[in-house]
């Protein structure tokens, strides 16, 4: 860049710039010479030939020094613009795929494809490209298999139950390459909607078997009541036209035994109502021996 610099100075010069007057117009500068226009065109020429041929060099940087010698030296070029434009945006563009910043080499894609001089770099950029197409083509396959999630296990259908296949493939999903943050957030809000849903068929489990082993609980109380009951009326002969005889269950004992009272209602004939009624005896009965003897023996 060091050659430019007399050149630059000289063209400035002669064209009656000041270094104190930044804003003076050309118009009231004086013309410059033929020499001079020759030298000046010879320069930018130049510039513009070492800068595309840092392009092609991949020099991005140095392409951009170099057209921007060219602009500072002639004002304003329709070419040197598009070309300082494609070399920016072509050092952004590859500098965006080594970090992969997607977001922004998709924006300076378009930017890069647009120029007239796209040619002139289209070869340097080309590995490039592939890599972003590959990219767009991951971001869609992850986009498919997240919309076979939902067909899996959907959080806004209250009949969708999550399984195994569900959770293997939502994790598998989250280790796919290129997985954007917006995918990955998600397939995590999806995986958090299908855990919860677990907990909750869990804990309807759970009530439904509690619900079940108090039924049966109660079905065996039952069941174990009237066998007591019916030894003991084996076990005591209570017959009477005149009584009554009742069978009170009392639950367990102490040392588990069940708990039978017997009682007598006396009803004398033409009565209506009972005009007598005495306990006859309190009974334990062990279910597992089929034994029946009276609570207060003490035998």
Known sequence: MKRYFFAVTALALAGGCSTETDDLQIEDAPQANDTEVEERDRFIESALDEGKQALSNEEYAEAIDHFQI????????????????????????????????????????????????????????????????????????????????????????????????????????????????????????????AEAREEEIEEEIEEVEEETEQAESENESEEDERNAISLVMDEVDYDSDEMVIQYMYNGLDDDGYHRVQVVESVTPEGEDQATHTATLGHYLVDLETDEVHSEFDDD
């Open 70 to 193: 060219v602009l500072d030296a002639e004002h304003s070029t329709n070419e040197a613009l598009d070309l300082l434009a494609l070399a920016q945006s072509t050092d952004t563009f590859t500098e965006a795929i080594v970090e992969e910043d997607w977001h922004t080499a998709l924006e300076e894609r378009s930017n890069l494809e647009d120029t007239s001089h796209y040619n002139l770099i289209e070869s340097n950029v080309q590995a490039d490209m592939q890599r972003l197409d590959e990219y767009e083509n991951h971001v869609d396959q992850i986009d498919e298999e997240i919309e076979n999630l939902y067909s899996l296990y959907d959080p806004d259908d209250s009949e969708s139950i999550p399984d195994d296949s569900f959770l293997e493939q939502s994790t598998d999903v989250l280790t796919m390459p290129d997985i954007t943050d917006e995918q990955e957030q998600e397939v995590q809000e999806l995986i958090s909607a």
